[in-house]
């Protein structure tokens, strides 16, 4: 190979490498735990997770789950007594004290939830399985024992076994109502389990964690398409970014300009009379 030949490659590599740092191209090689934002690679903040690579934004954690820090891949499930009725949550509350219903004098001190219970509700009198005197974890990777049953299964999942999908696109998903156990899902296109099953791993064992696009913040209309979730409109106070997620009008890079226009339609109400129309 010619010494003008070798001069000429590196000139493209330092030319690419350039590009690259000045922010006109990026390649997303972000790691699951972490997603694109600005060219640089961002930790899912707590209370939210980003489950697979190269992703260019974070999911809030799903109903009955939580994830107390930053950088996860997944969320944890709500261990036995305890639970949690809203999404994007860094810790799971404790059920209250519940009394016997056949002698309201005889009290437990906290009620009994099977994991990953997403309400106050599921909280019932009982002797057996014992709930859980906390339930935190200490990194993102690892969750604290959920003690029992599931509230999907009524039973422990490594019991269970998932089926296998025949149809292309399809993959086995954990039924979180009812009596549960497991169905085959349409991934691709599923609005509620889009680009893989939601959840943590403990409810869907080897299968590709996906997003509910119908929880994302702000959003209005929003589908999913090819696994990914496809907004086509925010809901008020919500403006759609460059990134296709919905923003904060408050708290985007669009405030400035948001602001501007509210005040500039403000000025026009008072112009006539001094008064507003």
Same mark, same amino acid.
């Not at 690679?41 to 209370?47: I, N, V």
């Not at 007594?81 to 509350?93: F, I, L, S, V």
């Not at 691709?188 to 893989?196: A, Q, R, T, V």
């Given at each position: ?43 899912? +903040? ?21 994830? !107390? ?13 305890? &639970? ?28 009994? !939830? ?13 002797? !057996? ?20 049953? &599931? ?60 997003? +509910? ?7 209005? +209309? ?13 809901? +008020? ?20 300009? &948001? ?19």
């Amino acid at each position: 190979m010619s010494s003008h030949s070798s001069f000429n490659k590196l000139i493209i590599r330092a030319c690419a490498i350039s590009i690259i740092l000045n922010g006109v191209s990026a390649v997303n090689n972000c790691q699951p735990g972490t997603y694109l934002s600005n060219n640089v690679c961002r930790s899912a +903040d707590p209370g939210n997770y980003a489950p697979n690579a190269a992703m260019t934004t974070q999911y809030p954690c799903p109903k009955g789950t939580f994830q !107390s820090k930053s950088g996860a891949a997944s969320c944890c499930p709500c261990c036995v007594g305890w &639970y949690n009725p809203d999404t994007e949550q860094t810790h799971c509350q404790q059920c209250a004290n519940v009394a016997n219903p056949a002698n309201q004098n005889q009290m437990l001190q906290h009620g009994v !939830s099977p994991a990953e219970a997403t309400a106050e509700a599921q909280c019932s009198y009982a002797t !057996s399985p014992t709930p859980q005197s906390s339930c935190s974890n200490t990194s993102p990777s690892e969750c604290p024992a959920a003690g029992g049953p &599931y509230a999907s299964f009524g039973m422990t999942k490594r019991s269970l076994s998932p089926m296998k999908c025949k149809r292309r696109g399809y993959q086995a998903c954990s039924v979180m109502t009812g009596r549960g156990g497991f169905e085959c899902v349409d991934v691709m296109n599923d609005l509620e389990s889009c680009g893989g099953c939601i959840g943590n791993p403990l409810t869907n064992p080897g299968s590709r964690l996906g997003v +509910d696009c119908s929880a994302l913040p702000g959003v209005n +209309d929003v589908r999913c398409v090819q696994g990914k979730c496809v907004i086509s409109s925010c809901s +008020d106070g919500f403006q759609l970014s460059d990134k296709g997620t919905c923003e904060s009008r408050e708290s985007g890079p669009h405030r400035a300009q &948001y602001m501007g226009h509210h005040r500039k339609r403000h000025h026009a109400k008072k112009a006539v009379g001094g008064h507003d129309l």
